[in-house]
């Protein structure tokens, strides 16, 4: 198990992170299709912890079981950029947890979403040690 991450610590690259945090508040979801076409819905909660917020994106059957002013444990949640911004999520590897902790500051000057980044993190390709050249080379 990794060790918990404070919000401040997530950046573009983040995967495998376990967080403790506290849902803020939870935008009303909608339905949006992926690239395969299928059909979802969606919704943006801003949660966060005193170190900072960051906005959580949940999915389908992760919606209903947020609400806010609740403690909820994320593991081996990642963060993605959409539109720039960094959103965290469970994805289909992590898991959401209410939890009976609880966190009652909150930092919401320190939304980490708010921050901009201007290029896509490429998807993540393991790296091998080539021995010939002494250099690191994606695996193709």
């Known amino acids: 198990m990794s060790e918990v991450k404070k919000v401040e610590e997530l950046n573009p690259g983040s995967r495998s992170v376990d967080v403790l945090v506290k849902v803020?508040?939870?935008?009303?979801?909608r339905e949006v299709s992926t690239k395969d076409g299928s059909l979802h819905n969606v919704a943006d909660a801003l949660v966060g912890d005193e170190t900072g917020c960051i906005i959580l994106s949940l999915w389908d059957n992760d919606i209903?079981?947020?609400k806010a002013d609740q403690t909820i444990s994320i593991k081996n949640g990642y963060v993605s950029l959409f539109r720039g911004t960094m959103r965290l999520n469970i994805g289909k590897y992590g898991t959401l947890e209410e939890t009976t902790e609880t966190i009652t500051n909150v930092n919401r000057e320190n939304n980490i979403s708010?921050?901009?980044y201007d290029q896509q993190i490429p998807r993540f390709r393991p790296l091998y040690h080539d021995d010939d050249r002494g250099r690191f080379r994606r695996r193709r």
């Open 114 to 116: 708010n921050r901009s």
């Open 24 to 29: 803020l508040e939870i935008n009303p979801s």
């Open 64 to 66: 209903p079981r947020v």
